[in-house]
């Protein structure tokens, strides 16, 4: 995992990407002070990692596609708030929209800038950064549209748009290292992509407001919808808001997934991703203490 200085160097990359970059002052200003609110860079980290258990040693050439693709997530989050109207804390949700969505826009160019200069204009680098980045947009539309609703469809949904995301990063940083694209590392790490978004979706249930689990059908959801009990009811009432039972209660909510069988589902499908992944990383030609290293990285295994 990466360590205090190493972040901040991130950091530093993504704070100078947008001084150099940005000659607009308002502009520089308020995306410095969309940035700075970030102290944690799973995705940076995830490239990093790849990076380094496949040989890797340029820190500094590692350390700027980490900031990059800092930079790219960070736009797909203030579009992704502003598409949901949700984290009203956030700088970009405190600002006009359209100020807002400009400023994402301008992230995102940015951020395939950087990227891409990693490469210098290496055709297999932008084509596969593209694909990633496509299929992502792909997922959020779908899940805009609520156009999936069975568990196959969902988790195709997460697969798109978180899946891809991870894989961008766990590729670009192999690719860095070898100047190949690796098929395996993409496989896994879609895996985990999905893995990672299950949790966030289900930790989600104890924060967001009713009305949330239906405006976008996760796996949550399309579990519920099947009805196998009571608690299944009572909780879709819940999160419908014409029931107020577990509002401020988290204890009660608990109980209540744990009745409907919820928690026990969610569980299961991201211990099944988790497996799908290790999988893929024991295919991987690599040592097996690197392999190690990179599951235990994935899965927080004796992280902080």
Known sequence: MLNYLENTKIKQNMSDFIQHAVRQKD?????????????EFPFGQLAYEHYEAFGGQDKRAITKLAAGIELLILSADILDDIEDQDKDSYPWMNVNQGVAINASTYLYTLSIQSITS???NDSQ??????????????GQHDDLRHIHGTEEECVEVLRKKSGSLTALSSVLGVYLATRKINPTVESYSIYYGVAEQISNDFFALFSKTNGDLQKKQ???FSFLERRFNDA???LLEFFSGRLNEFEHQPFQLKQKLLEAGLTQYMVSMREIMLLKMRQGIEQLDLPKTKKEQLY?????????
């Open 27 to 39: 502009l520089q200003k308020l995306l410095l002070e969309f940035t700075n609110i970030k102290n």
């Open 118 to 120: 990693i490469g210098e």
């Open 125 to 138: 680098l932008i084509e596969k950064l593209f694909h990633f980045i496509k299929l992502s947009m792909e």
């Open 218 to 220: 996760t796996l949550a």
């Open 232 to 234: 299944s009811h009572e």
């Open 296 to 304: 235990a990285f994935m899965t927080k295994e004796g992280n902080d």
